[in-house]
């Protein structure tokens, strides 16, 4: 699936996954930390951006990234050689990253099915490339229950935060979407962080194993 590079936005979010990445770390990683403890030395990630998820990694690994947004790269790279992660990037989709059949044992993403144009597409490129047993380990934001204030604003900013954020939909049941996605068992645990991004706010997190 291809994949058009806006020179603005792309810019924009390399520099605000920058910035204010450290912050919305401090969020997540209590939840980082559980899905992503003991990565093995080669791990797959779907849409690394500016490399948030390096740090979890053990130095010498080697990450595979799949990440199509050129001006998150020069940050990626960085963030690899600082903690001293071999990193093979490739500037694909996570609907096609290229990789084999049964080619890893783990695959990560964080953030990154919000995004997607096709979240099914995505989790069945997870399992075509996952050897058997193998585990896809997520931490994504999702759709507020029906009803709460904090859905009534995920409607009402869809379409400036989707522009913003690179497609990104704050409206999506990404539990349901794991769960109906062919894997052989699926963990998954909500929760609620406190940020002053509201509609970000509504989170899940966990394992599939196939």
């Known amino acids: 699936m291809s994949y058009q590079v806006n020179p603005a936005r792309g810019r924009f979010n390399a520099a605000f996954f920058s910035a204010l990445g450290p912050t919305l770390e401090r969020s997540l990683r209590p939840y980082k930390q559980v899905v992503f403890a003991g990565l093995p030395s080669t791990v797959v990630e779907l849409g690394p951006g500016v490399g948030a998820n390096v740090s979890y990694l053990s130095p010498g690994s080697s990450l595979v990234a799949v990440e199509p947004n050129r001006p998150m790269h020069r940050r990626l790279r960085a963030a690899a050689e600082r903690h ?87 409206e999506r049941d990404l539990a349901a979407a794991v769960r109906g996605g062919g894997f052989a068992r699926v963990e998954v645990r909500p929760h609620r962080l406190h940020t002053p991004f509201v509609t970000f706010n509504t989170q899940i997190s966990g394992v599939a194993h196939a």
């Open 84 to 170: 001293g992660v071999r990193l093979d990037l490739r500037e694909r989709t996570a609907e096609g990253t290229g990789l084999p059949d049964d080619a890893v044992d783990c695959v990560i993403s964080s953030l990154l099915l919000c995004t997607v144009a096709d979240p099914a597409a995505v989790l069945a490129e997870v399992r075509r490339i996952l050897r058997p047993g193998g585990t896809y380990r997520f931490v994504e934001h999702v759709a507020a229950p029906a009803g709460t204030p904090t859905r009534v604003l995920q409607r009402g900013l869809r379409r400036p935060w989707g522009w913003t954020f690179e497609g990104c939909s704050c």
